[in-house]
């Protein structure tokens, strides 16, 4: 198996950032070889998994500028069993610097093609914008993972990101496809949470993830630990969420 996966939703607050941490840990739980690389300047994912992001001698900007091999910007989470190439603030220049750069678009994919062979899964997590990051992030992957919150105008959000990977498609990276929709932040005592489920199933073409990551307060606890959900509190709802949700992201690629 070798896929590698872009974490995006144009819209903040919907989860990218709980997903690629906890998904990433449950693959690794599964016995697979994960990488996460971190390509939000914000770095929420490099201090989620407990690394001091401004402590980082290279990063996702040193592997976008050319200045640092993606092998050696590599850090080894011991606690979850992944490797992470993490971000800082530094990484907002890459939006500059890339200017004028010829094939600026494929500015990281160059540099992860040499190590893609060595995992199962790579993640990508997208900052909450149409930029050259996210740009990269989708012309690298293979397909796109979409996390939405179930609330109201969920489904126009949607509509937003499904257009911009039909646009990357169309001019960047042919192969590019939409590996499905998860739900996050679930709440099961209320009416909206299955409505707005519904709607996006009745309106879908694409796949849905059977999978519902609730809300979960260890699930919000777990970042300020530094720690994935599956190692600060393996027997909560979240944490078994995140098991079921990878162990079908892998039967999905399995038959495929």
């Known amino acids: 198996m070798n896929k590698c996966i872009a974490i995006a939703n144009q819209k903040g607050g919907v989860g990218k950032t709980t997903t690629t941490i906890n998904l990433a840990a449950a693959l690794a739980a599964e016995g697979m070889h994960v990488l996460v690389i971190d390509t939000d300047p914000q770095g929420n994912t490099t201090s989620g998994f407990g690394i001091d992001k401004n402590e980082q001698e290279y990063s996702t ?3 976008m500028i050319g200045e640092m091999t993606a092998s050696n910007a590599i850090l080894h989470i011991r606690e979850a069993d992944i490797d992470l190439i993490p971000a ?5 220049a890459a939006e500059i610097e890339l200017i004028g750069i010829e094939d ?3 500015a990281l994919k160059k540099e992860i093609a040499k190590i893609r062979p060595a995992y199962d ?13 996210t740009i990269n ?3 690298t992957a293979d397909s796109v993972l979409v996390p939405i919150q179930c609330e109201y105008y969920a489904l126009e959000g949607l509509g937003q990101l499904l257009r911009t ?9 042919e192969n ?6 998860v739900f996050t932040m679930y709440d099961s005592r209320t009416n909206l949470s299955a409505q707005v489920v519904e709607n996006v199933r009745s309106n879908m073409s694409e796949h849905v993830f059977t999978t519902l990551i609730p809300r979960n307060i260890r699930l919000a606890e ?5 720690q994935p959900i599956n190692v600060y509190e393996p027997r909560s709802a979240g944490a078994e969420a995140y098991r079921l949700l990878a162990k079908e992201l892998i039967e999905k690629n399995r038959d495929a």
């Open 61 to 63: 900007y040193e592997v």
């Open 88 to 92: 800082n603030v530094d990484l907002a």
């Open 104 to 106: 600026k678009e494929y």
């Open 121 to 133: 899964f790579i993640l990508l997590d997208c900052p909450p914008s149409l930029s050259i990051l």
């Open 137 to 139: 992030a989708m012309t």
């Open 165 to 173: 990977v039909g646009l990357v498609r169309e001019r960047l990276n």
């Open 176 to 181: 590019l496809s939409v590996e499905g929709v």
């Open 222 to 226: 777990a970042p300020s630990f530094g």
